[in-house]
């Protein structure tokens, strides 16, 4: 009865954020396609959720969906690029082959890769009553030098950000 | 074999009493059966208390106004939210031509569901000792409890913002752009503020952050510079006066939702409400205690009876209904912030404040609990770690209100204009002849 409602839903989940990422590469509006990458993200945490990472998924739905995405959406609507424009990417017969290339290539891969077994990790969820630990320990003993140095680099991107904004022709 | 339970659910608790262990929670088709039955009486019971919010609101702005009121249909205007709905309901759809329509009927969903599905997290009162179990008090007993809120309710400004550029009309979309930015300067803070109570608790589960208050006293008195961050960003998360700049009828029609008619206009109001109830339903579990009954401890042991249940349902809804009065009484007493106030207000102190408490409340637990003052209840009733947390926070609310009392941080209406400030709005009205002959 589990395993079964586990398969349904992991196939539900699953199938929609694969249509939802294929809708996303095809619309030609950009405000749909930016919603449709919003439900794939949507969709891969809840797939999270069923791999017992609720942290991730949560973190999934409120950095990707709940805050990136709506970045994205805002400057598409105050650059006014919402409308569907006629101009294309597709770039000649040359494009097309090479994009199937590497589609082939991308499939070939996924399917070597899925017969290679992979070790199952067991026993690492340890209890259900904080979520947060198990990522949080590692993050702040191990790995803190990463951790700090990827901070930094964060905060260098925003102030570089401001100032690119800042040197404007009308600031002095 | 449902009605087989059914039967056995109607039937005497003492002849089963040797069949189950009261402290274990509910599994198999009995957990099945009461999720059913919470998320029916929750999503009921949220539904109705949103259409009776809109009639209390109108109520009490009449007590407010020293008017009457709502009075001619039911009594005393208690049916005035049923015919309000029906005439939602009968009224004509409008479709505006340029509309974008996939997404204009899209967006109020967008808005209504994230707003009604953030309350499932909520514990609402003590578990219950069914026959088959122990009963958690909320629809959802997810460990990320909190984070889900935030996820969820951070997806609350798709509807708004897509309202806004979807309807193609020019109030809309600077009502939709004012609200999504407001919503996400806001979201900011309010997650912050939150951090304060998840150090405090250790974890991100609402049940353990209720526990952890049972056993230490409410998070208010603690953590009060948190509690107070929150309680102005959930305003502005609501976007409820005085933060209501989507909306501002004044300057931009009715904002966002100038073009919905009907029942897809109802949504959003009904939206509006239900996260109302969910913004005071967190700042009653985080900083109030949650179901906790102040002053004993006898509602927080086992065995859990259904009087401890009631009582604590009841103290958790007093509690929910004094913060939904709050937000009327706020609405009718402080007028809307300007709109370059409101974000100055954001980004400029409230951020600030929230990450330079984080650093403080951290430092203090760190402190406190390498000197092993005691989190449990000491002397008189009251914690140590608690108490002394709670002197910092009053030393620290004295220093704050101080400088927000300066008036120099949200840039108020009298505050004075940068020579270069002026020198571009000068040039800006000499720039267009039509707006300087009008004498301003």
Known sequence: MNTLLYTFHFYLFGLISIASAVAFVTRKSPVAAALWLVNTMFCLSALYVMLDAQFIGAVQVLVYAGAIMVVFLFVVMLLNLGQASDVTDMRGLGGRLTAGLVGLAMLAELFALSRIKFPRLTGAMGDHANVVNPISAPLFHEYLLPFEVTSVVLLVAVVGAVVLAKRGPGAS | ?440
């Not at chain 2, 179990?133 to 909320?138: F, K």
């Not at chain 2, 904002?255 to 339903?281: D, L, P, R």
């Open chain 2, 1 to 440: 074999m449902m009605l087989a339970t059914l039967a056995v659910m109607a039937s005497d608790p003492v002849v089963y009493h040797t069949y189950y262990d009261p402290l274990v929670p509910v599994t198999a088709l009995p957990w099945l059966l009461y999720t059913i039955l919470k998320m029916i009486i929750v999503f009921t019971v949220l539904m109705v208390g949103v259409a009776m919010l809109t009639l209390a609101e109108r109520k009490i702005s009449a007590w407010i106004q020293d008017r009457i009121g709502p009075n001619r249909t039911g009594y005393g205007g208690l049916l005035q939210p049923a015919a309000d709905g029906l005439k939602n309901i009968m009224k004509e759809e409008t479709y505006p031509d340029a509309a974008y329509m996939p997404l204009f009927i899209l967006a109020p969903m967008l808005s209504f569901i994230p707003s009604l599905i953030t309350f499932a997290v909520i514990p609402f009162a003590a578990p219950f000792s069914s026959r088959w179990g122990l009963v958690e008090m909320s629809v959802a007993d997810v460990p990320i409890g909190f984070l889900y809120i935030l996820a969820i309710s951070s997806l609350g400004v798709y509807g708004i913002v897509l309202a806004g550029w979807s309807s193609n009309n020019k109030y809309s979309l600077l009502g939709g752009l004012r609200s999504s930015a407001q919503m996400i300067s806001y979201e900011i803070s309010m997650g912050m503020a939150a951090v304060s109570v998840l150090l405090l608790s250790g974890n991100v589960s609402l049940q353990a952050i209720v526990h952890q208050q049972q056993t230490m006293g409410w998070n208010v008195f603690p953590l009060l510079i948190g509690f107070f961050i929150f309680c102005v960003a959930s305003f502005a998360e609501t976007n409820r006066l005085p933060f209501d700049m989507p909306e501002a009828e004044s300057e931009l029609i009715a904002g966002y939702h100038t073009e919905y008619s009907a029942m897809k206009f109802s949504m959003f109001f009904i939206a509006e409400y239900s996260n109302m109830v969910t913004a005071s339903a967190l700042m009653v579990t985080l900083f109030f205690g949650g179901w906790d009954i102040p002053g004993t401890q006898w509602d927080n042991i086992p065995p859990w009876t259904l009087l401890k249940f009631l009582l604590t349902l009841g103290f958790f809804f007093t509690k929910l209904l004094f913060f939904l009065f709050l937000y009327m009484w706020i609405r009718w007493t402080l007028p809307r912030f300007r709109y370059d106030q409101l974000m100055s207000l954001g980004w400029k102190f409230m951020l600030p404040l929230a990450l330079a408490y984080i650093v403080i409340t951290g430092g203090a637990i760190l402190v406190l609990d390498m000197l092993q003052v005691p989190r449990s209840v000491q002397w008189f009733g009251i914690s140590p770690f608690w108490a002394v947390l709670g002197v910092l926070n009053l030393v620290l609310a004295v220093l704050v209100f101080v400088i927000l009392d300066r008036g120099r941080i949200i840039s108020p209406a009298y505050s004075r204009l940068s020579p270069l400030h002026i020198a571009r709005l000068r040039a800006m009205s000499a720039a267009r002849p039509f707006a300087a002959s009008q004498g301003d």
